[in-house]
């Protein structure tokens, strides 16, 4: 998006986007929640910066969900908003986690066995992390699009990560995708990618075992996609963020 020459569309531009925020998250942006009110601050800040102010410093963004909640695309809107990179660990590691499965004598799509789990899960996100530091070492921040559901809810994990970004002068966030049962399946029906026909041939297997109504204790802030609505918001956001620097 162009820069805006007038400070007036900036300021309106930096509203849009921090009302956009509020409306897509749980019970809105609380003023009494620092962890929320620092990722809103630094999301517009990111704006800013493409136009001329913000702080240089870094910062590790999680955006977590379960398969077909919105995180892909929650964390595409929030690229598009703060120039931060975006990284997709289906993107990164998908060509190496299907090549590792047949080596192994197993189903290239499988994603839910014992075997996946154990040896090639952290495998990809050994990979996602790795690139993710890559980024941040030469300044620029990251956005990781992945499901992050064991890793968000070990808070032992979280916290290594935040005192390893800490040492190195890099703020850490979580985001969680929350999404309904019936969304999700809708979404992952309409991608047909050969890696979720496990998911959808054991619909009620899988389902039972997820946590739709509860975000992990790491979460900073926990997006509301149910029916679709953040992603919705996000794609009205972008039109009026386009309107305003016309």
Known sequence: MPAPTDPAADNAAAQVIEEALAKVSVDGIQSENPQQTALRNRIVDAWRRRHGGGSPKPILTLVGG??????????????????????????????MTERLLVSLGADPNDRHSELYLTEVRPLEYRCLMETAWDNLHVGTSAILSAPFISELNDEAWFK???????????????????????????????????RDAWKLTNWDEYVSGLKTDASPPTAHITVDNRLGSAITLADQTRESLKRILA
């Open 66 to 95: 379960y398969a077909g909640s919105g995180k892909t695309e929650f964390s595409r809107f929030l690229s598009d908003i703060t120039g931060w990179a975006f990284l997709d660990k289906d993107s990164i590691t998908r060509s």
């Open 160 to 194: 290594r990560l935040e005192n390893r970004c800490a040492a190195k002068g890099i703020d850490v966030a979580a985001i969680w995708v929350r999404c309904d049962p019936e969304s999700m399946r809708e979404y992952i029906e309409f991608r047909a990618a050969a």
